[in-house]
């Protein structure tokens, strides 16, 4: 099956990964070995390793210490697929004038998104966390939120490879 993507007046592209084949892929990494050697301890920010990357896919290892936040993002045309392998992570998905829905990840489990999908991700305990991303396409650029004072919420583009901070949005 192939997942189109029309954005705007670009012209429309095909990809040959959809979300359930990204979960395959990141529950496949995570029953394996060769992310081990890019875990990091490191308790100032979140890490991120590249693990593999082919013209549909690229797959990051991430490193999750306490209180390591994304902030609230987007991946613009990406879908993808996470699998949490050591610790637990929070996601959050945004809502306006609601709750954010929020669910806790724990080791052995995944979750997907399509690329209209707004959220932030964070570790709320002491403990590490690490976790697998696959997204198709690759990244090119993701979108970072903010509140201004008025209450107007802002998109600000990021690369792909940019590191995502948590900025303040209620």
């Given at each position: 099956?192939?997942?189109?993507?029309?954005?705007?007046?670009?012209?429309i592209?095909?990809?040959?990964?959809?979300?359930?084949?990204?979960?395959?892929?990141?529950?496949?990494?995570?029953a394996?070995?060769?992310?081990?050697?890019?875990?990091?301890?490191?308790?100032?920010?979140?890490?991120?390793?590249?693990?593999?990357?082919t013209?549909?896919?690229?797959?990051?290892?991430?490193?999750?210490?306490?209180?390591?936040?994304?902030?609230?993002?987007?991946h613009?045309?990406?879908?993808?697929?996470?699998?949490?392998?050591?610790?637990?992570?929070?996601?959050?998905?945004?809502?306006?004038?609601?709750?954010?829905?929020?669910?806790t990840?724990?080791?052995?489990?995944?979750?997907?998104?399509?690329?209209?999908?707004v959220?932030?991700?964070?570790?709320?305990?002491?403990?590490?966390?690490?976790?697998?991303?696959?997204?198709?396409?690759?990244?090119?650029?993701?979108?970072?939120?903010?509140?201004?004072?008025?209450?107007?919420?802002?998109?600000?583009?990021?690369?792909?490879?940019e590191?995502?901070?948590?900025?303040?949005?209620?």
């Open positions: 099956m192939r997942l189109t993507v029309n954005r705007f007046s670009e012209p592209q095909e990809y040959a990964v959809t979300e359930s084949e990204l979960t395959d892929l990141v529950g496949r990494l995570a394996g070995d060769e992310w081990r050697g890019l875990v990091h301890r490191d308790p100032d920010r979140r890490r991120f390793e590249p693990l593999s990357r013209d549909d896919v690229d797959v990051w290892v991430l490193s999750w210490m306490h209180e390591h936040d994304t902030g609230w993002h987007d613009d045309i990406s879908s993808g697929a996470v699998a949490v392998v050591v610790g637990e992570i929070v996601e959050e998905r945004l809502r306006i004038g609601g709750s954010h829905l929020r669910r990840y724990a080791a052995g489990t995944s979750f997907s998104f399509d690329p209209s999908h959220h932030r991700i964070h570790n709320e305990t002491q403990a590490l966390a690490v976790s697998i991303h696959a997204y198709s396409p690759p990244l090119a650029q993701m979108g970072s939120y903010t509140v201004d004072d008025d209450g107007a919420l802002r998109r600000f583009l990021l690369s792909g490879d590191e995502l901070m948590p900025a303040a949005v209620s």
